[in-house]
């Protein structure tokens, strides 16, 4: 089993920037990446961006340029960096993670957090 627990979030103007932060705990040997998903009201839930346990990254179109996700392996702990936010990037950000390195079908979630962005 692995928990996950986030931070950071809020409410933002357009062009601002903010920190979302996932720390994971729990059984973790088998973990091949972490990452984020977001999910707007009336959207499906998307792929925002993840990381591997190499440190490889990958990011959505939409946010390429302007969030950035690293990690702390000591911590288990990951931070997206998202600067030069727009309006289209409100939505419930979730933290992820699984055993399949491209996240695409996560096993784990975090319980989410409110991302709002105002023009």
């Known amino acids: 089993q692995v928990h996950l627990v986030e931070s950071g979030g809020g409410s933002v103007q357009a062009g601002g920037s903010l920190r979302l932060s996932c720390t994971a705990s729990?059984?973790?040997?088998?973990?091949?990446?972490l990452g984020w998903y977001r999910q707007a009201p009336g959207n499906e839930r998307e792929q925002v961006a993840t990381i591997d346990r190499h440190g490889n990254t990958n990011y959505a179109d939409s946010v390429k340029g302007r969030f950035t996700l690293a990690r702390d392996n000591l911590k288990n702990t990951i931070l997206l960096q998202m600067n030069n936010l727009k309006p289209v990037d409100t939505a419930v950000y979730y933290c992820?993670?699984?055993?399949?390195?491209?996240?695409?079908?996560?096993?784990?979630w975090g319980q989410g957090t409110q991302v709002t962005v105002s023009s």
């Open positions: 992820a993670t699984g055993r399949v390195a491209d996240l695409s079908q996560p096993n784990y």
């Open positions: 729990g059984v973790l040997f088998n973990i091949a990446a």
